[in-house]
């Protein structure tokens, strides 16, 4: 989301240094967790792009073993 404002930085970073403590520290926890949730999503993207892939042999395990518990499940029924 965008909002458009007609203050320049220079004055938007003058407006928040003018800000009382309390006022600081709750734009400072708001920054902070917008942060984190970027890096998350950041490091979570990283981890799939980055993480084992199966080959061909396990995928056959894979399916096999599905195929094995399937037909076991319809033994017992």
């Avoid at 902070?32 to 990283?46: G, I, N, P, V």
């Amino acid at each position: 989301m965008q909002v458009k404002s007609e203050m320049t930085f220079e004055q938007l970073a003058d407006a928040i240094q003018k800000l009382p403590p309390t006022e600081w520290k709750r734009l400072k926890t708001l920054i902070d967790s917008r942060k984190r949730k970027t890096h998350s999503r950041e490091e979570l993207l990283a981890l799939l792009l980055n993480g084992p892939v199966a080959t061909e042999e396990e995928i056959r395990t894979i399916e096999n073993n599905r195929k094995a518990i399937n037909q076991w499940g319809r033994k017992r029924l």
